[in-house]
Structures are given as structure tokens and as C-alpha cells.
């Protein structure tokens, strides 16, 4: 089944690397200015939307799973060349022209569908 890649995505994946570094539900949501409940369903949707276990909770430790480790790894990589992509355009004033920009968009599009299909294969192995 084909998943469609959706604008909560790199908010769910940022939450959940949140939640990885800080060690807590709790801390990962004062970080993020959301409720505790709130970081937990955004990492809840994110392990049903890949079919995939990626936190061991219990009441008292929060541990990746083998999944999550390899997910964590691949959200950092995503995120980061979010905001190489981001960085490298701020402050630069130039008007699109001519029908490049649109070819620009759709190589950036299907570099997404790509990577986030990668990440799925790798995260089901």
C-alpha cells in the first residue's frame, strides 16, 4: 500500500526524535510547546502509519527498539537536509523564471517519495 506523504510527517518524525534524545514523553513535549498526550499520539500515528514498533515503553524506561534505532537514524538524516534545503535559501531574493521551477519542484517530490520509501523498506527488514 502506498502511503502519501503527508505535511505532519516531519512534525511526527521530529517528535519522535524528541522523545529518542530527551528520554521522555514529558521533556520532548516542553521542548516542543505541546502537551505530553500530544507527543505521544504524534509517535503513536507515526508507528501505526510504518507498521512498526519503534519505542519499548514501560512506566519507568523508554528504550528504541531495533526498528526505532534505525528509523531514529534516518529521521536525522531527513531533517537535516530540511534545513541544509531551508538554510540555503533563506535571505536570497531571486524571482523564479521560465519552467524550471516547476521541475524543481516535481525532482524535489519524487526525492522525498524516494527517501521516504527507502525508509519504510529499511525499517520493515
Known sequence: MRK??????????????????????TAAAAQMALTTAQVSRLVSELEKRL????LQRTTRRLALTSAGERY??????????????????GGANVEPAGSGCVAWRRLANAMWCRLCRSTARCIRR
Open 4 to 25: 502519501n506523504l503527508d505535511y505532519g510527517l516531519l512534525h511526527a518524525m521530529t517528535a519522535f526524535l524528541r522523545v529518542v534524545d530527551a528520554g521522555s514523553f
Open 72 to 89: 531514529a537514524d534516518q529521521c536525522r538524516s531527513i531533517l537535516d537536509m530540511v534545513a541544509e534545503a531551508e538554510s540555503g535559501v
Open 51 to 54: 507498521q512498526a514498533k519503534l
